[in-house]
């Protein structure tokens, strides 16, 4: 107990906890309001960090991320996002590291938390959204509101979930091993736009249109499947047949253990699943295609960031031209599960199943889903042309226009592992 209430201190004087908050868990704790009072008036909270360096080539999420210690993994891509390194952060609680890819250009990012076998996160709220994937581990979170009742989820590896909006969360470890999450989230964004840490971190405002304590917020039922999907993954005559292809959730238990639904103009034996966490208007979507096959090529706005559930192969990415070879610039892909990379703004980029089994991935972004965002480099306006042919002014590159080297590497790929490609002729 003597410990928990100096973390609650520590909290309150660096405000990551507000006074209301802490008087309420002093209260559960047993103390009297006499001498919560006193607590309250002898803590002198820490100055404001939120003031940012102005007229800096650093955004003040980039001045932000610097400050709070603990590692920023850069790049284009990352081979294995569980492998990366965690170092303590004193915010969360736990271990942790930022992943700020190159493709997300500012309009998202992500960040790994790691909680130790009985220990748990601080108690935080915060005003930017964020979809929650677990790598490895097991556990609960509580969710609840300023003063209001606490819910809490159970989670294991492949569990996705989103604590709505500003209200509070802390996630505690239950496995024998460490538990490892993976956060995407729009902060870049909201830091960017208000430049202020305090007004994320320490808003009252509380967002009971999109939660209000449901007892049912976080459970994946029949009434959670909604809709025929969005033009970012299905195109018309496939939204036409009468399918529930998005769901609206809090939570989902597993979401390798989904329905996929065929998706061939994404791509041959390609099929997908949409889903809004916590009335987000970030969507997550996960792509399945067969051994021996690819995807067809596309390209959008920035920020989609893909990470690897399942399966092995490879990604081609480049600039400026639907047709490979007469691109600027190249890029290649290797990855497997766990793997994470996200596309640079308006590059195109095609996924190459290597290996024996289906490969699936999944991908958060601004799609354009629930809420349609027409900003952010294009965000949901350019990903609802992904099914449209770039001679019908979309961003899709048919099989048929396709450069003629794709196939020819896919196939030399299959055949160094003795594998037969299914894609037709």
Not at 67 to 94: C, F, K, N, Q
Not at 171 to 184: C, D, K
Not at 359 to 383: D, E, N, Q, V
Request: proline share 6%.
């Amino acid at each position: 107990m003597t410990n928990h209430f100096i973390s609650l201190v520590a909290q309150l004087a660096q405000r990551s906890i507000s006074p209301s908050e802490f008087t309420r868990v002093l209260v559960q704790m047993g103390f009297g309001a006499v001498t919560i009072q006193s607590v309250l008036d002898s803590v002198t909270p820490a100055k404001s960090s939120s003031r940012f360096e102005p007229f800096s080539p650093q955004t003040p999420y980039e001045q932000w991320m610097s400050r709070e210690g603990v590692p920023i993994h850069t790049g284009y891509s990352i081979a294995d996002v569980r492998a990366l390194e965690v170092t303590p952060w004193a915010r969360m609680g736990a271990k942790g590291a930022f992943i700020d890819l190159e493709g997300s250009e500012g309009t998202d990012g992500a960040y790994l938390c790691q909680i130790e076998p009985g220990n748990s996160t601080q108690a935080l709220k915060f005003l930017f959204e964020e979809a929650i994937f677990v790598l490895d581990g097991e556990g609960e979170s509580a969710i609840w509101h300023e003063g209001g009742e606490k819910q809490t989820i159970r989670w294991k590896k492949g569990a996705m979930f989103s604590p709505p909006l500003n209200v509070w969360r802390q996630h505690f470890n239950r496995g024998s091993g460490p538990a490892r999450l993976v956060s995407f989230h729009d902060l870049p964004v909201v830091m960017d736009l208000f430049h202020s840490a305090d007004f994320v971190f320490n808003n009252p405002f509380v967002f009971r249109d999109r939660y209000n304590n449901e007892p049912d917020y976080f459970e994946l039922n029949e009434s959670k499947m909604i809709g025929r999907g969005s033009a970012a993954m299905f195109n018309e005559a496939e939204r036409a047949a009468p399918k529930k292809r998005t769901i609206a959730s809090g939570l989902v238990p597993d979401v390798n253990q989904l329905e996929l639904h065929a998706a061939p103009s994404r791509g041959l034996k390609n099929k997908g699943v949409e889903m809004v966490f916590s009335d987000n208007t970030i969507q997550t979507h996960i792509s399945e295609f067969a051994t021996g096959s690819y995807k067809r090529a596309h390209r959008h706005g920035p920020g989609s960031q893909i990470i690897i559930l399942g399966g092995e192969g490879y990604s081609l990415l480049w600039n400026d031209h639907p047709r490979y070879s007469d691109a600027a610039k190249h890029m290649r892909v290797d990855w497997k599960e766990g793997s994470m990379f996200v596309p640079p703004d308006r590059w195109f980029h095609q996924h190459f199943n290597g290996g024996e089994a289906p490969a699936r991935y999944m991908a958060t972004t601004w799609i354009g889903g629930k809420y349609f965002a027409k900003s952010l480099g294009g965000g949901g306006r350019t990903h609802r042309l992904n099914t449209i042919s770039t001679k019908d002014g979309g961003n899709m590159v048919d099989y048929p226009d396709e450069d003629p080297i794709v196939r020819e590497m896919f196939e030399g790929e299959l055949s160094k592992r003795g594998l037969k490609s299914q894609m037709p002729r």
